[in-house]
């Protein structure tokens, strides 16, 4: 295994706001399916999707058909309630994150709070995982919460990057960048597979990219938004391009 091998991030689009654009209108179109697979067809490693208990942008009928038509993995976000882990036991996706979600707000606020729901979080774990699913819980770079994750059994967890994205100086970046750095070392000392997302952008993705170890970047938002003037798959290609040459550049260094 040469060095780019050992550290080749995966990237995981999410498609939501495909949705959210259909949802505007109550139409049809556009399809977050043909989304996915043309953004698998771009080089996607894997497609995330979440169902909010609003049904704001993902629907049902989508998770059901991407179950059936997706050529990689489903990573499906939904809350820790007993409706959504019903349906994610019914539809088997590859990879389950607990978000935490509230009804108000724009987007994933922060990250799940699993110390203070250990017991409920372990119990839902354990019931999908028994499914063959894995489960990772979206949480702040924080090492308390890393701890409460180990002790739900997870095997893996996604780190929250609003922080670092939404940084407003290149101190704070730094600052930021080095929190993540911290939770991501200690993580996979424990043996956790480490993914991060949100806020992510073609402007300061590098850095993240460059972090050692990590399996998989979630990214939506930017990746659906700049495809409106490029197209989804050269959108897609670009924040791929982006990923590959800064885990290059760091491994030479
Ligand atoms: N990861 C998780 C757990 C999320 O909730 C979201 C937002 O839905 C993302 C990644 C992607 O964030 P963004 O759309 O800002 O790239």
Same mark, same amino acid.
């Given at each position: 295994m040469n060095a780019k091998n050992m550290n080749r991030m995966l990237l995981g689009v999410n498609i939501d706001h495909v949705g959210t654009l259909r949802q505007a209108r109550g =139409?049809?179109?556009?399809?977050p399916l043909k989304a996915a697979l043309d953004a698998e067809e771009a080089g996607a490693d894997s497609i995330t999707l979440h169902l909010r208990e609003d049904r704001r942008h993902i629907i049902d009928q989508d998770v059901y058909n991407m179950k059936l038509t997706l050529q990689t993995a489903m990573n499906l976000e939904i809350a820790l309630t007993d409706e959504m882990i019903a349906i994610a036991a019914d539809i088997k996706p590859q990879h389950v994150c607990f978000v935490p979600e509230k009804? *108000? *707000? $724009? =987007?994933?606020e922060g990250g799940l709070d699993v110390v203070r729901n250990i017991d409920k979080i372990t119990e839902a774990s354990h019931y999908l995982s028994s499914k063959n699913i894995e489960i990772s819980l979206f949480i702040d770079p924080d090492l308390s919460q890393i701890k409460a994750a180990l002790m739900c059994g997870v095997s893996a967890i996604e780190l929250h990057t609003g922080h670092y994205a939404e940084s407003i100086d290149a101190k704070t970046q730094k600052k930021t960048l080095f929190t993540l750095q911290k939770a991501l070392n200690f993580a996979l000392q424990e043996q956790l597979i480490v993914n991060a997302g949100h806020g992510l952008h073609y402007n300061n993705v590098e850095p993240v990219a460059s972090l050692?170890? $990590?399996?998989t970047l979630n990214i939506g938002h930017a990746i659906i938004a700049r495809a409106i003037f490029v197209g989804l798959k050269q959108a897609v290609v670009e924040m791929k391009a982006l990923m590959q040459s800064a885990q290059l550049r760091d491994i030479t260094h």
């Open positions: =139409t049809s179109y556009p399809d009804r *108000e *707000e $724009l =987007t994933t050692f170890g $990590l399996n």
